[in-house]
């Protein structure tokens, strides 16, 4: 038992959040703009599946030039950047109305919830 345990703890992944607790940092910081359903968009894109995506991608949602011509893909690195400031920083001229999750638990949640949404 304290050798599995043992062995459990030490390969964790430095940054594993916690894809439940996720889900409740999604409700309360991003659910009034984003849902996590495919094909649902609010004030911002769907968020179905975004680890992975080109940025600006979502065919019927009506992006900024900003995020439109962005070039990179989300990756959870890319989302741990941008999610971590003022999206108007990371992205100037989003109409991304975001002021960042400083919060780093909460953020590796939060990702590790939007990782497990496909
Ligand atoms: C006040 C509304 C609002 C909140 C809150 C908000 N967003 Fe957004 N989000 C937007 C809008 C609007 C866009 C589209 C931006 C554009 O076109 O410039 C967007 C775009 C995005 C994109 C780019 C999507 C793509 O298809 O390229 C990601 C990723 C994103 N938001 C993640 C989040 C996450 C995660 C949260 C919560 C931590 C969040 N947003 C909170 C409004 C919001």
């Not at 038992?1 to 910081?29: H, I, N, R, S």
């Not at 030039?65 to 741990?80: R, S």
């Not at 990371?90 to 960042?100: D, E, I, L, Q, S």
């Amino acid at each position: 038992m304290t050798g599995l345990l043992f062995y459990g703890a030490g390969t964790l992944p430095a940054l594993a959040g916690d894809a439940d607790a996720g889900k409740d940092v999604f409700k309360q910081e991003c659910s009034e703009c984003h849902s996590p359903r495919e094909g649902k968009n609010k004030k911002g894109p769907s968020l179905f599946g975004i680890v992975g995506r080109n940025a600006g991608s979502i065919g019927d949602y009506n992006y900024s030039d900003a995020l439109k011509n962005a070039k990179w893909v989300w990756t959870e690195d890319k989302l741990h950047w941008y999610l971590s400031q003022p999206a108007k920083q990371a992205n100037p001229g989003t109409k991304m109305k975001y002021p960042g999750l400083d919060n780093a638990k909460q953020l590796d949640d939060l990702i590790s919830y939007l990782q497990s949404n496909h």
